[in-house]
């Protein structure tokens, strides 16, 4: 495999061994950062994430607040959770684990955050901030996919980026965050005709479509970096990303498995965005 490894696992620890020291800092003025997660209704893969989440705030020194709401919780309940939440001083960040029941809006409730603790950057402020390039919360995967992009010590500027999907959570973000770092950036999608032609092109191809083999090796210019945020499952069942990854790494320059790459470094940057919400609430 001549591509290097981007070790998502490595860098993440090293994140959040900073976000640590950080919370011991401010620990020892009298304040304890604090995330609260809720969840609400039983999606299992959504019980997983949100384990994850609170597993990796109480490892870092986080206090950690996790409500569960049942499925039927309605959407104005919810909101009513969320203004306690907002209220609450020990609460420096506030996450609701997507995707939410049909019968609530999500945009209600992610709108119904503190802009203070919006530490998943998902709502309308904090992408304008991060449209107009002032100071925010980043969306936690486009923000760990650009410290795993600085790892591997290349120079944005000038170079050529091509971001496969524009989700508002994963898409869009990701491509303003390279174009703040000085690239030239392309964005496909599902109505992108000559995929491969654009992908081709890409000094730096990040991935962002769960759909798996969505980037072969005749897609990928060779010694490109290449990032891989989908999350699907083979025929084995076991876990995949959107890049056929034993043949892109004899092609590329760097390589992020899945899993071991953008994952681990999602949750880095969510304790990264709260131990921040901490630190200017204790300003
Ligand atoms: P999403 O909202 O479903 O967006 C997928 C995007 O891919 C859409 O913009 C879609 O285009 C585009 N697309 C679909 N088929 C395509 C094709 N054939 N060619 C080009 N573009 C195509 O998904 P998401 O939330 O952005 O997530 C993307 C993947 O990343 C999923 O597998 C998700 O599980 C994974 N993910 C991983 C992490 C992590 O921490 N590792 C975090 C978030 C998401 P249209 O807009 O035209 O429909």
Redesign the pocket.
């Known amino acids: 495999m001549p591509a290097q490894l981007i070790d998502g696992t490595a860098l993440s620890r090293q994140v959040r061994e900073r976000v640590a020291q950080r919370a011991a800092a401010l620990a020892s003025r009298g304040h304890r950062p604090g995330l609260a997660v809720v969840l609400v209704g039983e999606d299992p893969a959504s019980q997983v994430y949100v384990r994850n989440k609170v597993k990796a705030c109480h490892e870092a020194g986080l206090h950690s607040v996790f409500e569960q709401h049942p499925a039927t919780l309605t959407e104005s309940d919810l909101l009513a959770r969320i203004g306690a939440l907002n209220e609450n001083p020990a609460v420096h960040g506030i996450l609701v684990q997507m995707p939410l029941p049909a019968h609530i809006n999500p945009h209600r409730v992610i709108e119904a955050i503190s802009p203070r603790k919006d530490v998943d950057g998902y709502s309308v402020l904090s992408a304008g901030e991060l449209l107009t390039g002032l100071p925010g919360f980043r969306p ?2 486009p923000y ?1 996919c650009m410290a795993l992009i600085t790892s591997t010590g290349i120079d944005l500027r000038g170079k050529h980026a091509v971001v ?8 869009k973000p990701m491509a303003l965050l390279l174009l703040q770092a000085n690239a030239t950036v392309t964005i ?5 005709p000559n ?1 491969a032609q654009h992908a081709r092109q890409a000094d730096v191809l990040v991935a ?4 798996r083999n ?1 980037v072969t090796a005749d897609m990928v210019k060779p010694g490109a970096v290449v990032i891989d ?4 499952r083979n025929d084995a069942g076991k876990l995949c ?2 890049v056929d990854f034993a043949a892109v790494a004899e092609i590329a320059g760097h390589i992020t498995p ?1 899993p071991g ?3 681990p ?3 880095a940057m969510l304790l990264s965005n709260t131990i921040e919400a901490a630190e200017r609430a204790a300003a």
């Open positions: 936690c995967t760990g496969i999907g524009r989700s508002n959570t994963v898409g496909c999608h599902s109505a992108t995929l962002a479509v769960g759909r969505t945020v989908g999350i699907n990303g959107d899945v790459g953008v994952g470094m999602t949750i």
